[in-house]
């Protein structure tokens, strides 16, 4: 069975740090795409990053980039999200998303049950 | 930047036919998939490349892009096709998601 469990998400102050991690099994991860999705309660998904399946290859949305930096360890099957200099903009429920194939338009079709990460004083 | 636009909101009777659209520049150049969000769940995907149905998904979901709008098409709506759907492209290396529909069923 495919999981994908994330965790980490917490109250933090303006301008702090947090580290996101999303713990996969049941498929090969070096095989995969990952990503990483937010979503403000009562709102629209975001995107927010994306690693390749050897971690060699990451891009990022806009406002994110130079804050945040996804990582992937294969020996621990986990996905990370390192999150710096946080704004009261960012609290959302981050969810960790697996990307079907390297074929275009194939989709996301596993997404973890999501972690909170709320930015307030 | 690149967008998606959805209607906020769509309201159906059981039974009829729920049609969600999404719009953006160049979708004859892109692939549209569509999620589906219930309330407290995580979303699940129900079309990839524009109009292919993952397994598990019902045959009353279809999907269409025209290159100037992409349709999701639910026949036949049940009350628990009740959900937010979000429609989603690839742009330049990054993902869109669209605003999101909220779909009634009344």
């Known amino acids: 069975e495919v999981q994908l469990v994330e965790s980490g998400g917490t109250l933090v102050q303006p301008g702090g740090s947090l580290r996101l991690s999303c713990v996969v099994s049941?498929?090969?991860?070096?095989?995969?795409?990952m990503h990483w999705v937010r979503q403000v309660p009562g709102k629209g998904l975001v995107w927010v990053s994306r690693?390749?399946?050897?971690?060699?290859?990451?891009t990022y949305a806009d406002s994110v980039k130079g804050r945040f930096t996804i990582s992937r360890d294969i020996a621990k099957n986990t996905v990370y999200l390192q999150m710096n200099s946080l704004r009261v903009e960012d609290t959302a429920v981050y969810f960790c998303?697996?990307?079907?194939?390297?074929?275009?338009?194939?989709?996301?079709?596993?997404w973890g049950q999501g972690t909170l990460v709320t930015v307030s004083s | 930047s690149y967008d998606l636009t959805q209607p906020p909101s769509v309201s159906v009777s059981p039974g009829q036919t729920t049609t969600i659209t999404c719009s953006g520049d160049?979708?004859?150049?892109?692939?549209i998939c569509w999620y589906q969000q219930k309330a407290g769940q995580s979303p699940v995907v129900v079309m990839f490349?524009?109009?292919k149905r993952p397994s598990g998904i019902s045959e009353r979901f279809s999907g269409f892009n025209s290159g100037i709008t992409a349709t999701l098409t639910i026949s036949g709506t049940q009350t628990s096709d009740e959900a937010d759907y979000y429609c989603?492209?690839?742009?330049?290396?990054?993902?869109?998601f669209g605003g999101g529909t909220k779909l009634t069923v009344l």
């Open positions: 998303v697996r990307e079907v194939s390297a074929l275009a338009g194939t989709g996301f079709d596993y």
């Open positions: 049941g498929f090969s991860f070096t095989t995969y795409w």
């Open positions: 160049n979708l004859g150049n892109k692939y």
């Open positions: 490349q524009d109009s």
């Open positions: 690693i390749d399946n050897h971690g060699s290859g990451t």
């Open positions: 989603q492209a690839w742009d330049s290396g990054t993902v869109i």
